[in-house]
Antibody, heavy 118, light 107 residues
Framework: QITLKESGPTLVKPTQTLTLTCTVS??????????VGWIRQPPGKALEWLAL???????RYSPSLKSRLTITKDTSKNQVVLTMTNMDPVDTATYYC??????????WGQGTLVTVSS | DIQMTQSPSSLSASVGDRVTIICRAS??????LSWYRQRPGKAPELLIY???TLQSGVPSRFSGSGSGTDFTLTISSLQPADFATYYC?????????FGQGTKVEIK
């Protein structure tokens, strides 16, 4: 059974950098073809794909946020980390991580709500 | 970027109704199209991928069709658990995008 769990701060101040961690269980991030992505959802709004990293360290970013995002993985801990710089109140959202392997996001974390406020 | 447009944005239906949701891509995406259901307060669930392949464990009342730029999700007989928001998502090439969602409400 594959599970994912997001962790990180629930509140950040404007201009700060957000760091979120996705811990994956039931699957090694060394497994061929595995990817972990980040998706966010502002309250009452639609899903927005942010970034994706694969086993081979191939990385993809949303063009609109690329300058602010960095995605990395730590295979020894089976974790994927997303950092987003220069946070703004419009970045207030639930942030999800999700697994992909040969098909799009089939396993999702429960999500973590991040509020940006001074 | 490939833009995904869903219609309608919302609809009202009754238990047992047949429901169809449309998703249109701004350029051809072959069959790199998935559908998700998101119940209130929950993470999305994958229903359909590759435009028409039912994800394991998903009830057969869900079906998908289409290729190129035009896709549909059909729920043959709406159940109480299906009152939710549905999203399409393209995974063509390297940059993925979601549609804006279709909310299915109880009539």
């Amino acid at each position: 059974q594959i599970t994912l769990k997001e962790s990180g701060p629930t509140l950040v101040k404007p201009t700060q950098t957000l760091t979120l961690t996705c811990t994956v269980s039931g699957l090694s991030l060394n497994t061929s073809g595995v990817g972990v992505g980040w998706i966010r959802q502002p309250p009452g709004k639609a899903l927005e794909w942010l970034a994706l990293i694969y086993t081979n360290d191939n990385k993809r970013y949303s063009p609109s946020l690329k300058s602010r995002l960095t995605i990395t993985k730590d295979t020894s801990k089976n974790q994927v980390v997303l950092t987003m710089t220069n946070m703004d109140p419009v970045d207030t959202a639930t942030y999800y991580c999700a697994h992909t392997r040969w098909k799009p996001f089939d396993y999702w974390g429960q999500g973590t709500l991040v509020t940006v406020s001074s | 970027d490939i833009q995904m447009t869903q219609s309608p944005s919302s609809l009202s239906a009754s238990v047992g109704d047949r429901v169809t949701i449309i998703c249109r891509a701004s350029q051809s995406i072959s069959t790199y199209l998935s559908w998700y259901r998101q119940r209130p307060g929950k993470a999305p669930e994958l229903l359909i991928y590759a435009a028409s392949t039912l994800q394991s464990g998903v009830p057969s009342r869900f079906s998908g069709s289409g290729s190129g730029t035009d896709f549909t999700l059909t729920i043959s007989s709406l159940q109480p658990a299906d009152f939710a928001t549905y999203y399409c998502q393209q995974s063509y090439r390297t940059l993925w995008t979601f549609g804006q969602g279709t909310k299915v409400e109880i009539k």
